[in-house]
């Protein structure tokens, strides 16, 4: 029984000598709008995501033409310091999970966003979302309009970055106080390039 136990105790040690823990230091900034649009591109993005109930190129890319009726001043922009911590399994390159910090924290991000990872050649991607029309829990007068954090390492490069986008829109149907968050954060992780 302790031959067990001990052969027990090396196999669970040779599994989590297997894990990687990387470190990602990310530098950016987030910018906050609270101006409101007309009909616009990201109006016809929206009727994108309730006609298809998913988030396709070209909704995103309506989003992205959107974001151009804004000029640069519209912005409140601000420095973000950003922290990932990426536990993945090297050998079998397999994600185990992520965690991130944000300093200072855009008091918009939900923690309880669902979220979806992909594994590609070249990384990992981890992209926390929320459904249209949603109401945020932690600010219950403002329904989804657009929700998504992509948190991404990258094995060759050996880089981070984070990227999102939060748009809400007031229940009331208020105009002037919906605010619209982009994040946008790079930089360098422990070394864990691999070779082509």
């Known amino acids: 029984m302790k031959k067990f136990i001990l052969l027990f105790l090396v196999l669970s040690a040779s ?9 990602c230091e990310l530098n950016g900034d987030f910018s906050v709008t609270y101006k409101d649009i007309k009909k ?11 006609n298809l109930a998913r988030q396709t190129q070209q909704s995103l890319f309506l989003l992205r033409r959107a974001k151009t009726n804004f000029a640069e001043e519209d912005w409140q922009k601000s420095s973000m310091y950003v922290v990932q911590y990426w536990e993945i399994d ?4 397999i994600f185990n999970s992520l965690m991130h910090t944000l300093e200072p924290s855009p008091s918009w991000i939900n923690e309880d966003a669902s979220w979806s990872v992909k594994n590609s ?6 992209t926390h979302s929320m459904v249209l029309d949603e109401e945020h829990p932690l600010f219950p007068e403002y329904k989804v309009q657009f929700y998504e954090i992509t948190n991404t390492f990258n094995w060759f490069t050996g880089k981070g970055q984070i990227f999102g986008d939060i748009w809400l ?16 954060a790079n930089g360098n992780c422990q070394s864990q390039k691999k070779k082509f």
């Open 15 to 23: 599994v989590q000598s297997e894990n990687s823990k990387i470190l």
């Open 40 to 50: 616009t591109y990201l109006a016809e993005g929206i009727e994108l995501f309730k």
């Open 90 to 93: 090297s050998e079998k390159e």
């Open 121 to 126: 050649k070249t990384g990992f991607s981890v």
């Open 169 to 184: 829109k007031k229940k009331d149907g208020t105009r002037g106080r919906n605010p619209k968050i982009e994040i946008f």
